[in-house]
């Protein structure tokens, strides 16, 4: 248990450094959008492909951010319904959960890996190879699996420690 809890540690570093990491994205982000549309409006000169810089920093912010939203309970729970169970059937309802999670975030990983590493285009206008950013769609993916699996694991524990 003690390798595995050092193990979680480790990866739960790199999560958090991921996720910082993308939210220095949203800077330029902001910056870049607001550029745009002061020259589109001001001077009708709009910034040279904003939008495909939008778009792989909004996939860098969505892909890097996503397993430290897991990470800090920060995705949106609707439990209206699970609210009125009893902490033993709350917990086989998360356990479901998380573990459906777990194979759709592993297909998401795999397809995002084979992807990446068959993609070979760029974007029209900048030339920015497509190949990285889709492989981010497996490693954020990963990032995700790893964080749902410990959450998992918790569960697990909680409802044994509930018996």
């Given at each position: 248990?003690?390798?595995?809890?050092?193990?979680?540690?480790?990866?739960?570093?790199?999560?958090?450094?991921?996720?910082?990491?993308?939210?220095?994205?949203?800077?330029?982000?902001?910056?870049?959008?607001?550029?745009?549309?002061?020259?589109?409006?001001?001077?009708?000169?709009?910034?040279?492909?904003?939008?495909?810089?939008?778009?792989?920093?909004?996939?860098?912010?969505?892909?890097?951010?996503?397993?430290?939203?897991?990470?800090?309970?920060?995705?949106?729970?609707?439990?209206?319904?699970?609210?009125?169970?009893?902490?033993?059937?709350?917990?086989?309802?998360?356990f479901i959960?998380?573990f459906l999670?777990?194979?759709?975030?592993?297909?998401?990983?795999?397809?995002?890996?084979?992807?990446?590493?068959?993609?070979?285009?760029?974007?029209?206008?900048?030339?920015?190879?497509?190949?990285?950013?889709?492989?981010?769609?497996?490693?954020?993916?990963?990032?995700?699996?790893?964080?749902?699996?410990?959450?998992?694991?918790?569960?697990?524990?909680?409802?044994?420690?509930?018996?």
């Amino acid at each position: 248990m003690n390798t595995l809890n050092t193990l979680r540690g480790f990866i739960e570093r790199i999560i958090r450094f991921s996720g910082t990491l993308g939210m220095i994205f949203v800077i330029p982000l902001m910056l870049i959008t607001a550029g745009d549309v002061i020259g589109r409006s001001f001077f009708n000169k709009p910034i040279a492909g904003t939008f495909e810089l939008s778009e792989y920093m909004l996939a860098i912010i969505i892909l890097l951010g996503t397993a430290y939203t897991q990470q800090v309970k920060g995705h949106v729970a609707v439990d209206f319904l699970t609210s009125h169970f009893n902490k033993k059937t709350r917990l086989i309802c998360q356990f479901i959960t998380l573990f459906l999670s777990l194979l759709i975030v592993t297909i998401v990983v795999w397809q995002g890996l084979n992807l990446g590493i068959e993609e070979k285009g760029v974007t029209d206008q900048l030339r920015i190879p497509r190949a990285p950013f889709k492989i981010l769609v497996g490693i954020g993916g990963l990032f995700l699996w790893f964080q749902i699996f410990f959450d998992l694991i918790d569960v697990t524990i909680n409802f044994k420690k509930r018996k």
